[in-house]
């Protein structure tokens, strides 16, 4: 392998976490739970599920065949993993009859057995070293395990504590503030304080959404999902089109060019 084709290899393939990246982080779990409650209504659950299925293993397949970070397929992919991940999650309480606890307790024991595997790997969770396709695989098992926990976590907190879709928005609107706090205020690990802000904006997310499309006599304002998760969805593909990305180059990357000879 030259000098050059080791660069490309070791380029960052995930978007490095400014304000954008929160916004429409935010916007794919709100549009992810809105569009999944939408289609499991509008067509059988099972082709709902196993479309939400394709539609995830395409995206996937998509962003695994980047070498670097590219925008749509980076967020079609997140997009999906939310479609598909409240999905899954879905099924478990409502098929299986598992509670909320007990599924939000299993998804977090799998989201931790995530990051211990892929900390004696790599010895570093950061998404700023998403620069090899093993450590990307790792990141996106990841991703899917926050998604099922969160979607788990926020039916537990508005459904089985009762606190209702609005009051379980506000409880996770205020706990989604203590990684920024500890972040900025008390030197918090950064990648920890970061992973702890990517589980918190699922249920956050998943409530607000839940809030504004479920019909009054469920906690609702009646919206309705499909309205939701088209407006979010819109929103979010005009902020994935507009917004400039912002991407940090790896110090694998930055060693191998500089050690490139010129040409």
Not at 88 to 116: E, K, R, T
Not at 122 to 129: D, Q
């Amino acid at each position: 392998m030259t000098a050059r084709q080791a660069s490309v290899d070791r380029t960052q393939r995930v978007p490095d976490p400014g304000p954008s990246f929160w916004v429409i982080k935010g916007l794919s779990t709100a549009m992810g739970e809105a569009a999944s409650d939408y289609l499991i209504h509008v067509m059988p659950p099972v082709t709902a599920v196993l479309l939400g299925f394709a539609g995830f293993v395409i995206a996937l397949t998509l962003q695994l065949r980047q070498h670097r970070y590219v925008r749509w397929t980076y967020w079609f992919a997140v997009a999906m993993v939310g479609v598909f991940g409240t999905m899954a999650a879905d099924v478990v309480h409502v098929v299986f009859g598992v509670p909320y606890v007990a599924s939000s307790l299993f998804y977090a024991a799998v989201l931790a057995a995530v990051f211990g595997v892929w900390w004696l790997s790599e010895r570093t969770l950061s998404v700023h070293a998403i620069d090899t396709r093993k450590r990307e695989l790792f990141y996106w098992a990841a991703v899917i395990a926050t998604f099922a926990m969160g979607t788990a976590a926020g039916d537990f907190a508005a459904i089985t504590l009762h606190l209702g879709y609005g009051g379980s928005a506000a409880v996770f609107a205020v706990v989604i503030v203590v990684p920024a706090l500890g972040y900025r205020l008390l030197r918090w690990n950064a990648v920890f304080a970061f992973w702890f802000a990517y589980v918190i904006t699922r249920p956050l997310g998943a409530s607000l959404a839940d809030w504004l499309g479920k019909p009054a006599g469920l906690g609702g304002l009646g919206v309705g999902d499909g309205v939701v998760a088209g407006i979010l969805l819109l929103a979010m593909a005009v902020l994935v089109l507009v917004v400039p990305p912002r991407v940090r180059v790896s110090a694998a990357a930055s060693v191998s060019v500089a050690r490139e000879p010129a040409s």
